[in-house]
């Protein structure tokens, strides 16, 4: 397992997985640095994203904290504007001038960071599902609930509970009860497989560090719009159709942000779409970062 060290002298480790030859296309060979959300989740949970690796040469970042990376010294340096200049530093350890950049969920959020402060380092940018605190985009409580009204979940046992609680959490009214029982709604199908993954996510989060990781100051939401503005690079945005936690309106406002971004839909998917439909999510993001 590689390793390297962040400016602060924190231990950080990174996985490579997957396409290692310089066939298969533009960049086919180049690693594609994925960026996991949780926030602060284990990197393990993105697996090889539906099969991107075969397309794609896949480098998961194990953020401080989390996984095979050491606990920081300085609790503080959870928060996500913090955490840059180690995806900063991975890149110049890698030997690269530039990067093509993945970042799902709250992970999308230090990817935004990043584009911000490191625009010239960035080659292609995919954001899946994105967290969208970085540039201050709000989504309301009924695009929410839209994008929980799905013909396939309306029908299922567990459908008027969970519903129930989204309404409380769109109204403002949530508990740690009605946050525990939306989950079905972050994925396309609540079977068994997804209730382990969302078993196995509380298990390799860092709580602690999640609660600093968006934290006062960790934003400026005006700066990250002015940077995407002037983002001249290709960039990818992916949702999932069911996806109350990143709604497909959501998901749009983003990609409008950029000069070149383009938007992609996987229906009857959640959160993890790579899970929904592996074979669409390989090849939609497998074409776009080996264009």
């Not at 609790?75 to 690269?96: F, N």
Request: proline fraction near 7%; charged fraction near 20%.
């Amino acid at each position: 397992m590689p390793t390297f060290t962040a400016p602060d002298g924190t231990e950080l480790a990174y996985h490579f997985s997957g396409h290692d030859s310089g066939s298969g296309g533009s960049g086919a060979g180049e690693p594609l640095l994925c960026l996991p959300g949780g926030p602060l989740q284990d990197s393990a949970y993105l697996g090889d994203l539906g099969g991107l690796a075969a397309r794609r040469s896949l480098v998961h970042l194990d953020l401080r904290g989390t996984g095979a990376s050491a606990t920081p010294a300085d609790p503080a340096s959870y928060r996500c504007d913090r955490l840059v200049e180690d995806v900063e530093a991975l890149r110049a350890h890698l030997g690269l001038d530039t990067v093509d950049v993945l970042g799902h969920s709250a992970g999308a959020n230090l990817a935004a960071l990043y584009v911000t402060r490191h625009p010239a380092r960035v080659g292609r940018l995919v954001l899946v599902t994105p967290g969208a605190a970085a540039p201050g985009l709000d989504t309301s409580g009924e695009e929410r609930l839209a994008a929980a009204r799905q013909p396939w979940r309306e029908a299922e046992p567990w459908f008027p509970e969970a519903y129930a609680a989204l309404q409380e959490l769109a109204a403002g009214r949530g508990s740690a009860a009605a946050f525990a029982a939306i989950a079905p709604f972050f994925h396309g199908t609540w079977d068994a497989a997804a209730r382990e993954r969302h078993a196995d996510s509380h298990r390799q989060r860092n709580a602690a560090g999640a609660a600093v990781y968006g934290g006062e100051g960790a934003y400026a939401p005006d700066a990250t719009r002015a940077a995407f503005a002037a983002f001249d690079r290709p960039v990818l945005v992916v949702a999932g159709e069911g996806d109350a936690n990143t709604p497909v309106p959501t998901a749009a406002a983003y990609a409008d942000l950029f000069p070149k971004a383009e938007l992609a839909v996987l229906a009857g998917a959640g959160h993890f779409p790579w899970h929904d439909d592996p074979e669409w999510f390989a090849e939609t993001v497998g074409a776009f970062v080996t264009a």
